[in-house]
């Protein structure tokens, strides 16, 4: 059997045959690893999921200084309840949740609160930052 491959035997089929086999060897020299991490659909969700993470723990960190603040206003001698409750707060957080809620930690989420509560809503003033993620 003469082709136009200018070979006995040899036909397009099997030309095909050899450059798919060429092509799988280069996949397993590059690695699947690799060739997933190229992914566009998978770098899309990374950025996605980061994107809600980073949300969450900001709505949660506003929350938590809510609740200082307001528990604050309704304590006596304001100074030392706020210190107490934030170090109690500490304690208890830290010991259910972990890492993450130091007394320094908790100040900053009831400044945080403080700062951004004056005036429009928290997803107002968020909407004006393009949180770039790379």
Partial sequence: MRTD???PGI???MVLGAMIIKHMEK????GVIEEVQENIYMKEARKS???TVNKTMVYTYFE???IIVEEEQKGKARAEYGKQIIKELSQRLT???????????LKQ???FYLTFSKS?????QFEKFDFQLS
Avoid at 27 to 30: F, T
Avoid at 95 to 105: D, I, L
Avoid at 120 to 124: K, R
């Fill in 11 to 13: 036909s397009p089929r």
């Fill in 120 to 124: 429009q809503t928290l997803s107002d």
């Fill in 64 to 66: 938590i200084g809510r």
């Fill in 109 to 111: 989420m009831r400044q």
């Fill in 49 to 51: 999921v980061v994107k």
């Fill in 95 to 105: 010991r259910e949740f972990g890492k993450g809620f130091s007394t320094t930690n």
């Fill in 5 to 7: 491959f200018g070979r």
């Fill in 27 to 30: 996949l397993d020299d590059r």
